[in-house]
Nanobody, 116 residues
Framework: QVQLVESGGGLAQAGGSLMLSCTYD????????MAWWRQAPGKQRELVAA???????NYGDSLEGRFSISQDWAKNTIYLQATNLKPEDTAIYYC??????????WGQGTHVTFPS
């Protein structure tokens, strides 16, 4: 079992930026890849970005360019840099880890919201 903890969400400004972090609590865990997903109100969860242990990245449709995923395996952490934020980026952002056996683990999520 592994626990994932996201941080860095909060109130966003249009055109602004945020850095989300996700840390897992077991060193030497056989990570296959980690990813950020998001779920906007009333919508299905969608992939934002993923990174393999080898460092290969993949982005959801139309999100690359404003979102950038990175990793620091020495700190058991991945990051999501979000820039030029838009109100439609309002969502709960979830961190996912999949190990080399194919088991997936999710964090509790961190909220990104815009002032109403």
């Amino acid at each position: 079992q592994v626990q994932l903890v996201e941080s860095g969400g909060g109130l966003a400004q249009a055109g602004g930026s945020l850095m989300l972090s996700c840390t897992y609590d077991r060193s030497n865990f056989d990570v296959n890849y980690m990813a950020w997903w998001r779920q906007a109100p009333g919508k299905q969860r969608e992939l934002v970005a993923a990174v393999t242990f080898a460092g290969h990245t993949n982005y959801g449709d139309s999100l690359e360019g404003r979102f950038s995923i990175s990793q620091d395996w020495a700190k058991n952490t991945i990051y999501l840099q979000a820039t030029n934020l838009k109100p439609e980026d309002t969502a709960i952002y979830y961190c996912k880890l999949e190990n080399k056996l194919g088991f997936a683990y999710w964090g509790q999520g961190t909220h990104v919201t815009f002032p109403s």
